[in-house]
T-cell receptor
Framework: AIQMTQSPSSLSASVGDRVTITCRAS??????LGWYQQKPGKAPKLLVF???SLESGVPSRFSGSGSGTDFILTIDNLQPEDFATYYC?????????FGQGTKVDIK | EVQLVESGGGLVQPGRSLRLSCTAS????????MSWFRQAPGKGLEWVGF??????????DYATSVKGRFLISRDDSKSIAYLQMNSLKIEDTAVYYC???????????GGQGTLVSVSS
């Protein structure tokens, strides 16, 4: 199975900050990567698909980039509702595999 | 709007069986592969298995941890995917989510999940 290495595992940030989260795949996955936000007790919410395409209804302060093995999720102008855990997920090949998650909390 | 409603979870003893359902709406169910994922308390997300659309043969594949115990099926006429869980173990305790899978628009979690607790 493809291994997804996500970093950092946690970070503290303030409202208005820019946050970047990275994900590295153990092999080339072209652009078959999604980014998800999860809040306690809720299902993961798709933010970005195909590495850089914003899901409908997701604020434009979220953006994704990368291809091949290295990917980045950027959150500009962090808002209070953005404090959550973020996951990358490769869907290049089954089994789809997640990164370990990045918990973003308030500094 | 894509909606997926998981149901059928509950408390069950080790070794027993449970069937989960995923009722879909807002898209043409028959056109999509469907996956099941799970999340144990305080843990990350794990893929359980998926079933292809009939166009791609309708076959299911499973994670090693559940192969031989779990079965995924689908009823395209009702827009429902099922997860039959047999010989349940304590380590199967988790919230189970179904997803709509697309090579174009990614894997979509559209429901709230259903909690399965395996305990004696």
């Amino acid at each position: 199975a493809i291994q997804m290495t996500q970093s950092p595992s946690s970070l503290s940030a303030s409202v208005g900050d820019r946050v970047t989260i990275t994900c590295r795949a153990s092999q080339d996955i072209t652009n078959d990567l999604g980014w998800y936000q999860q809040k306690p007790g809720k299902a993961p919410k798709l933010l970005v698909f195909a590495a850089s395409s914003l899901e409908s209804g997701v604020p434009s302060r979220f953006s994704g980039s990368g291809s091949g093995t290295d990917f980045i999720l950027t959150i500009d102008n962090l808002q209070p509702e953005d404090f959550a855990t973020y996951y990358c997920l490769q869907d290049y090949i089954y089994p789809p595999t997640f990164g370990q998650g990045t918990k973003v909390d308030i500094k | 709007e894509v909606q997926l409603v998981e149901s059928g979870g509950g408390l069950v003893q080790p070794g027993r069986s449970l069937r989960l359902s995923c009722t879909a709406s807002g898209f043409t169910f028959a056109d999509y592969s469907m996956s099941w994922f799970r999340q144990a308390p305080g843990k990350g997300l794990e893929w359980v298995g998926f079933i292809r659309s009939k166009v791609y043969g309708g076959k299911a594949d499973y994670a090693t941890s559940v192969k031989g115990r779990f079965l995924i099926s689908r009823d395209d006429s009702k827009s429902i995917a099922y997860l039959q869980m047999n010989s349940l173990k304590i380590e199967d305790t988790a919230v189970y989510y179904c997803t709509r899978d697309s090579r174009i628009v990614g894997i979509y979690f559209g429901g709230q999940g259903t909690l399965v607790s395996v305990s004696s």
